[in-house]
DNA sequence: GCTAGGTTAATTTTT
DNA sequence: TTAACCTAGC
């Protein structure tokens, strides 16, 4: 069958299925280690090597440049040859930039248009927060950054809010979102949303274009299907709409993006978006073994909003999912650096090297508690997902240097840029220069420029501003020059700019790692033909440079842990408010916990043969002591599959009786003397309590209605005391506390103060 | 214009 | 607890 097509050997049926139904809408629901990458190289493999498609007729869409990066590796080694020729395959970005530059005129740009990063966005933001005289306090900058991209996400044009969300930032939202496409516009910019929104406008008010697309690419792939947003979908759509071949390939059980603009509803509603869609389940697991795999399948079959399938695997049973209470976080931290230990040394049933061991927590705070204690026992260990190389600050520094030399014109960049390294140009001297290129209608370098030229400017600054421009105007001389040395032109802009300078002055300990990543900087140079090749580069993959080969520990956010996978893996912190968090619950209800649900299960589906959960009675949350409820979903891990493990130290296996159900560990819970654990255990029994998984939605439903607090409320915050609410603004609310003052707060942080007795501090 | 100390508020993060 | 941000004083 498979021979004569080496593309199609080692695929299951559904495997294979998926492969050969070319033709038309398919949508393939691939479970966690069900072999969907596998499938989908292979079918598009398939689509080459048959004839079906030339490789730029075939449109792949990935969210992550590693997975675009592995995709087209494994088409190469399919098919025999590099899959370079494949101009259509990489992120939804990354396809969106190569379309703009294309078409930029047609939304009011030019083709050099630069791509903004964080950092600028919120930059510009500010700036226009203040032209409207809003108190940046009280309506943040992030915030409106958050609103603009929640309707970027959603397809939503500045004069097409809406008005149910008018309201939004101060009733600002609307007015502030349309000066900043201006803004973006006359600087010749976009930002992240904008490389899927323009695409889609474009496409929306351009039929020749569109139909060129329609034409053009005759199949088309999604990966990680649950995690497109509504513009994604729609741009989708449209092109789809030519061959109709289109073939998505997701997990609805997978899906924990909701939070930044994914839409699981785009998978649940793919059969009715696509009538006559062909569904296949990839169902059998390669990845873990059975108690494990049944754990998870056990977990997730508490939600209620999900397509369903029924993971299944050939392996054996394995180890049972472990589960272990302690006393507090740091003893979770050293029991499970012991565990590693004893796991590497192999006096564990499972044995794995350092490599194959992952530490798995909800939010990024709690891996310092792991740190501190692998620091102490000199256990190797990394921390995945920190801080990216080209985020850091002597990275992007250095990079408006560079855009500058390439676009004088680029305003965010010299702002970025004027004062560093200290040049004696403080804002007084920048507004001078703002004010210069407003009246003048030129771009900020060059109106500082023509100050320095007629010494508007005087003194130190003066001479420092004329020294800067000059330098501008001759690197990008040099950057106009066809054929030029652009790695030397980075070195003499760094060196004659004072940039380097500068950190080698610096005295404090990260001076030398920065020069070291400058450096970096220059050689990351050499693989790119020329500055702008580099800079769109670097705008689009963030991606950490330096991966070392050393055997180490992973230490990861669940959420960075998707798509990957270890032989052990350990997973701290299953306790109600941290995991479930709180803020999920508060701010999307139901919707909310069953993303949080999905999370424990993409967690516990990254293990192959073994997976231990744990939590803590007594946790340090922001420097004050609490007490802590195991999570939910604890309870929900099917008994059968879990084996209760007797903490160190106590008597009678402590949290044990968790596996056993809610009543039973209350009955247990007074094994922990503190006064607060008593007190929240108490109030468990009664009708408010955490919920049992099937008593989960109305639980949240209650507290999501009590997230809000009406004016007028009188309500107890842990450090601010007692206080009446004045104001309420979605769970935002501005509080009057009798000792500290008028408050902003989230309202999951106050309780009613009728209920204030009830607190366990 | 710069720096030190006080104030504040507190997921998840890719592109 | 802590890290980022702002304000007051040099």
Known sequence: MAQGAPWLEGLNPAQRAAVEATEGPVLVLAGAGTGKTKALTARIAHLLRTGRARPNEILAVTFTNKAAREMKNRIGALIGEAAEGMPWVGTFHAIGVRMLRRHAELVGLTPGFTILDTDDQLRLLKQLIAAADIDEKRWPARLLASVIDGWKNRAIVPDRVPAAEAEAFGGQGPALYAAYQDRLRTLNAVDFGDLVLHCLTILQTHPDVLGQYQRWLRYIHVDEYQDTNVAQYLWLRLIAQGHRNLCCVGDDDQSIYGWRGAEVGNILRFEKDFPGAQ?????????????????????????????????????????????????????????????????????????????????????????????????????????????????????????????????????????????????????????TIAQAARAGGTGLASAAARLAREGAIG?????????????????????????????????????????TAMWQADKTPEGPGRLENLKELVKALEGFE????????????????????????????????????????????????????????????????EEERRLAHVGLTRAERLATVSFAANRRVYGQWQSQLPSRFVDELPPADVEVLTPPG???????????????????????????????????????????????????????????????????????????VMAADGDKMQVSFEKAGEKHVLASYLVAAERAADLPF
């Open 530 to 593: 020329n500055l702008q090749g580099f800079l769109d580069h670097v705008a689009l993959i963030m991606d950490n440079a330096a991966e070392d080969a050393a055997e180490k520990v992973s230490v990861m956010t669940l959420h960075a842990a998707k798509g990957l996978e270890f032989p052990v893996i350990f997973l701290p912190g299953w306790e109600e408010g941290l995991f479930p968090s709180q803020r999920a619950m508060d701010e999307t209800g139901l919707r909310g916990l």
């Open 279 to 431: 569904v296949i389940r990839l169902e059998q697991n390669y990845r873990s073994t059975g108690h494990i795999l049944s754990a998870a399948s056990g977990l997730i079959a508490g939600n209620r909003d999900r397509l369903g399938k029924t993971l299944w695997t050939e392996a054996g049973g394995g180890e049972k999912v472990r589960l272990i209470g302690h006393w507090d976080g740091e003893e979770e931290a050293r029991w499970i650096g012991e565990e590693i230990e004893a796991i590497a040394a192999g006096r564990r049933a499972v044995v794995a090297g350092l490599d194959g061991v992952a530490i798995l927590v909800r939010a990024s705070h709690q891996m310092r508690a792991f740190e501190d204690r692998f620091l102490t026992i000199g256990l190797p260990y990394r921390v995945i997902g920190g801080p990216r190389f080209y985020e850091r600050q002597e990275i992007r520094d250095a990079m408006a240097y560079l855009r500058l030399a390439v676009s004088p014109a680029d305003d965010l960049a010299f702002e970025r840029v004027v004062n560093t390294p200290k040049r004696g140009l403080g804002e007084r001297a920048q507004a």
């Open 650 to 724: 106590l008597y009678g296996g402590g949290f044990g009786a968790a596996a056993g159900g809610m009543a039973e560990r209350v009955a247990r819970a007074d094994a922990y003397a503190s006064p607060g654990w008593a007190r929240m255990a108490a109030r468990t029994s009664a009708p408010r309590g955490i919920a049992r998984p099937e008593e989960a939605r109305t639980l949240t439903v209650r507290a999501d209605a009590e997230a809000a607090f009406a004016p007028g409320a009188r309500v107890f915050h842990a450090k601010f005391g007692y206080g009446r």
């Open 459 to 499: 003194g130190r600054a003066g001479a420092e501003l004329r020294r800067l421009t000059e330098a501008i105007g001759r690197w990008h001389a040099v950057a106009l020059a066809p054929g030029y040395d652009h790695v030397a032109l980075a070195e003499t802009i760094l060196d004659e700019s004072g940039y």
